[in-house]
């Protein structure tokens, strides 16, 4: 007897899609917890800072029309996930505005997701404490296949179609290639819907875990006429006209759900919206031909590629605008669409896209940081300084750094070793805490230890004593003696050295330090 089972669906109410779902809203914030489901590229400090130059252009650009200068413009980003980039946008936007000094609309940050208990998470996250008490964020539970509203979490408020005075502005990072989408494909001139056949373990998916589930399942497609996609009544008739005369032999995932989402957004506001959007997505129709069946990326729950060129169709044919890079690109494409009325008088908005995308854009940044990554034991103190800096002091690259940095801490000089305290203070002010593999305060501890830095250096290894969830290493508590030895704390110095030799009773220097302070501390207490 066969194990597997084989059942036949339509691509869009396959049950990969609920099982999608009961991953995220079983596992929380916590599918993100060390990279599980892929999150650095599209939530790092530069990518955030490229979103916040756009939003400040777009916020001069409303301050300029005569009906844009009183009401909230409201940005609103769709599964927001762990919550780091809505922080780094937030905390850089704050930064541009300070700086520029001018006058802006007044903005509100809304972080939206389908589980409830990521919405929890970010609302206790002491991370946002501040954008909250400043009136600048809200949370909203929201499903993108089916709310028309956004109920806020915070202010209690709710916004109903219509009720928005200003465009929105929307944030979708790797979410239009994570809902339905339909598959279609394009041969002789014809439509065909590209059903597809599950074979899946007998135990239904209840009884395995959504990742176990999908890691086991395979996928094979069949084609069937399906007219509806060629009558005049079907919203995006146009488009799909498009790539009957374009494409041959070709399987196109189409956004249907997606733009659903986006429409059903907009009608919040009369004024349309400004969306800004970066994923495994083309928006050339070149790559869509030929293109075969799609298959799963898996890493925990799965993703796929998002068809950017029906966005870019659909909302130029309706008087918006699309931007998206003119080079082909290799791990991220970014793209701005301003359905707008008169879409060319955002000039500060279009201008921001070509200085933080297209000219040099995070999918360039991921490009060099792969560069980077197997050379990082040949860089020298200036070149890594230089990349930290051009990532936005971002915690991840020092982290993989320390090893190197260590390594060249006994040559560097003064402005060096200034120019590395300065670093870590920037990235430790805009560390978004997540359930990581590594310990970004015992770290930075470290490299301020080996600079002799002690008052520094107390500081974050102290933190990361205090959030530490499993042992504390003897070297910290070494590392802490020595510090307050350094700054006369002594009864601090040999607390920590206690503390060390609950560890490790036979630690030598510990035993040498204490035997060489007993004279002047009570060592019995």
């Not at 990279?35 to 400040?56: C, F, K, R, W």
């Not at 589980?115 to 996250?125: C, D, F, I, L, T």
């Not at 944030?171 to 074979?199: K, M, R, T, W």
């Not at 110095?493 to 009570?522: G, I, K, M, N």
Request: proline share 5%.
């Amino acid at each position: 007897m066969s194990d597997l089972s084989k059942q036949r669906y339509r691509f869009s109410e396959a049950p990969i899609w609920n099982v999608q779902r009961q991953y995220y809203e079983e596992k929380g914030t916590e599918a993100w917890r060390n990279d599980q489901v892929p999150q650095y590229v599209t939530s790092n400090p530069m990518i955030a800072g490229a979103y916040a130059e756009m939003i400040l252009g777009f916020l001069q650009d409303r301050m300029n029309q005569e009906d844009g200068a009183d009401s909230v413009v409201y940005i609103v980003e769709l599964g927001a996930g762990a919550g780091r980039l809505a922080y780094h946008v937030l905390q850089e936007l704050g930064e541009l505005r300070d700086y520029a000094g001018m006058e802006l609309p007044p903005f509100q940050y809304i972080m939206t997701d389908l589980p409830m208990s990521n919405v929890v998470a970010w609302r206790e996250h002491p991370a946002l404490q501040s954008f909250i008490t400043e009136g600048i964020l809200d949370f909203a539970r929201f499903d993108a296949v089916r709310d028309t509203e956004l109920n806020l979490i915070v202010s209690g408020a709710t916004l109903h179609p219509g009720d928005v005075k200003q465009p929105l502005i929307i944030i979708g990072n790797y979410f239009f290639d994570s809902i339905p989408q339909e598959l279609i494909y394009v041969g002789d001139g014809s439509i065909y819907e590209a059903d597809v056949y599950i074979e899946a373990p007998v135990q239904s998916a209840n009884s395995l875990r959504p990742s176990e589930w999908l890691d086991q399942i395979t996928l094979s497609y069949e084609h069937r006429r399906e007219p509806k996609y060629e009558h005049l009544s079907y919203p995006y008739r146009s488009t799909i006209a498009l790539y009957q005369e374009e494409l041959e032999d070709s399987h196109i995932l189409f956004p249907a759900a997606g733009l659903d989402c986006l429409e059903r957004l907009s009608r919040l506001s009369e004024q349309g919206f400004l969306l800004i959007t970066a994923d495994k997505g083309d928006h050339l129709l070149d790559s869509w031909k030929f293109a075969e069946p799609p298959i799963l990326t898996l890493h925990g729950s799965f993703s796929l590629t998002a068809n950017y060129h029906a966005f870019q169709h659909v909302f130029e044919e309706r008087g918006g605008e699309a931007l998206f890079p003119s080079q082909h690109y290799k791990n991220l494409n970014v793209g701005c669409i301003l359905s707008l009325n008169n879409p060319k008088q955002y000039a500060h908005t279009r201008l921001a896209y070509r200085r933080s995308i297209e000219r040099f854009g995070p999918d360039e940044f991921f490009s060099l940081k792969e560069w980077v990554d197997v050379r990082l034991d040949h860089m020298g103190l200036q070149q890594i300084f230089s990349f930290w800096r051009l990532g936005g002091y971002d915690t991840e690259f020092f982290v993989q750094s320390t090893k190197r940095l260590s390594e060249l801490l006994p040559d560097a000089n003064d402005e060096e070793k200034q120019d590395l305290l300065s670093g870590i203070e920037r990235m430790w002010s805009s560390y978004y805490v997540l359930a990581q593999r590594y310990d970004v305060a015992l770290d930075a501890g470290l490299i301020l230890f080996e600079m002799e830095l002690y008052e520094h250096s107390k500081r974050y290894l102290e933190i990361s004593v205090q959030q530490r969830y499993d042992e504390v290493p003897s070297t910290v508590y070494y590392c802490l003696a020595i510090c307050c030895f350094e700054l006369d704390l002594m009864e601090e110095a040999v607390q920590y050295l206690r503390e060390l030799l609950e560890l490790e009773p036979d630690h030598e220097e510990a035993l040498a330090l204490l035997d060489h302070f007993e004279p002047s501390t009570d060592l019995s207490m």
